[in-house]
């Protein structure tokens, strides 16, 4: 089935640690995005990808770093420089061009202990 | 830049009342608007969008309403039943320096009482 895959699904880790999250689509999308939910604050906009090897500052960006080396896959890097990194982390797809439907993951829950 | 609100953020209806969660957006240019669902421990889903050049949309149970001189736009759901307990997400395209992405509001969860 085509979708998009998000790992790990729940994640733990010390302060001052770097973690990946991983993104996977085999829906063919061009456009691949990173949001982050926090309870009551919607979903706020990391980073995205219109195209391989592209990618553009979302609304939240700092202490963030992402890849877009193939186009099936958007790797997000919570670095130690992001001072509040506990959050849902959504990974999303779309077609570029018109903005349209943005097909989302089952997200990954991230804990700094 | 563009700014979305949502209200109201909670609702709780009686099964088999209507549910209407209202949207404000501040861009003009915004030609775009969805809504999707959320339910917990889960990615969002798109139930139902409109685009600017049109005022209404229907599919089955649940309409989106849009008003572009008001710069709101509404998701009505008729006849709730249980399962349509969940965050809601309202957004609105933003057109960014040649790239399009969607601003979301903060969400409203919905809570129908059997």
């Known amino acids: 089935d085509g979708g998009i895959t998000q790992s790990p699904k729940y994640l733990f880790r010390k302060e001052g640690q770097n973690v990946t999250l991983s993104c996977e689509q085999n829906?063919?999308?061009?456009?691949m995005y990173w949001y982050r939910q926090d309870p009551g604050q919607g979903l706020r906009l990391i980073y995205y990808?219109?195209?391989?090897?592209?990618?553009q500052k979302g609304d939240i960006a700092e202490g963030y770093s992402v890849s877009r080396e193939k186009k099936e896959s958007f790797p997000l890097t919570v670095t130690s420089a992001q001072k509040n990194p506990t959050a849902f982390y959504l990974c999303?797809?779309?077609?570029?061009?018109?903005?349209?439907?943005?097909?989302f993951g089952e997200g990954s829950r991230l804990t700094v202990l | 830049g563009e700014n979305v609100e949502q209200h109201p953020s909670t609702l709780s209806v009686q099964e088999g009342d209507s549910a209407v969660i209202k949207c404000t957006y501040s861009?003009?240019?915004?030609?775009?608007f969805p809504w999707y669902k959320q339910e917990l421990g889960k990615g969002p889903q798109l139930i139902i969008d409109?685009?600017?050049?049109?005022g209404e949309k229907k599919d089955q149970r649940i309409a989106v309403t849009l008003n572009k001189t008001a710069k709101h736009f509404s998701l009505h759901i008729t006849e709730t039943q249980p399962e349509d307990s969940a965050v809601y997400f309202c957004?609105?395209?933003?057109?960014?320096?040649?790239?399009?992405?969607?601003?979301f509001g903060k969400g409203n969860q919905v809570v129908v009482i059997p």
């Open positions: 999303a797809s779309s077609m570029p061009g018109v903005t349209g439907e943005l097909f």
């Open positions: 829906l063919n999308h061009d456009a």
């Open positions: 990808s219109q195209i391989v090897n592209d990618f």
């Open positions: 861009d003009s240019a915004s030609n775009y």
């Open positions: 409109i685009r600017s050049n049109v």
């Open positions: 957004a609105a395209s933003i057109w960014d320096y040649g790239n399009n992405r969607l601003a």
